[in-house]
């Protein structure tokens, strides 16, 4: 498996290259990678619904319906499995780094 410290330059993974070449920082793409690590509960390299909503819960956030949170998953899942994929989680942080820089 490879580490995600690993350089850009020297790193085989296209997923690693392309988040760092798209502004991201090796050490970012490191914390999003823990962060998605945390969340993804079973492992799997996906989040799915029911972890969503553990993520949400353990954030003080419950009072969001299960269908809203599939339309959620939806917004960001690109490649139509029903889950969040560590590159589709990177989508999400970004648009919300995007909107936040906006209203500051």
Same mark, same amino acid.
Request: glycine fraction near 6%; proline fraction near 3%; aromatic fraction near 10%.
């Given at each position: $498996?490879?580490?995600?410290? +690993?350089?850009?330059?020297?790193?085989?993974?296209?997923? /690693?290259?392309?988040? +760092?070449?798209?502004?991201?920082?090796?050490?970012? !793409?490191n914390q999003l990678r823990k962060a998605f690590a945390h969340y993804d509960v079973?492992? @799997?390299?996906?989040?799915? /619904?029911?972890?969503?909503?553990?993520?949400?819960?353990?954030?003080? /956030?419950? @009072?969001?319906?299960?269908?809203? $949170?599939?339309?959620? !998953?939806?917004?960001? @899942?690109?490649?139509?499995?029903?889950?969040?994929?560590? @590159?589709?989680? /990177?989508?999400?942080?970004?648009?919300?780094?995007? !909107?936040?820089?906006?209203?500051?």
């Amino acid at each position: $498996m490879e580490t995600w410290a +690993t350089s850009p330059s020297n790193t085989t993974n296209p997923l /690693v290259r392309n988040l +760092t070449r798209s502004c991201l920082s090796p050490e970012k !793409v490191n914390q999003l990678r823990k962060a998605f690590a945390h969340y993804d509960v079973n492992g @799997d390299g996906r989040i799915d /619904v029911s972890e969503l909503e553990d993520m949400l819960n353990r954030l003080g /956030v419950s @009072d969001i319906k299960r269908e809203d $949170m599939y339309e959620f !998953v939806n917004a960001f @899942d690109k490649n139509g499995d029903g889950c969040i994929g560590f @590159d589709e989680f /990177v989508r999400f942080f970004r648009s919300m780094t995007m !909107v936040d820089s906006t209203f500051a």
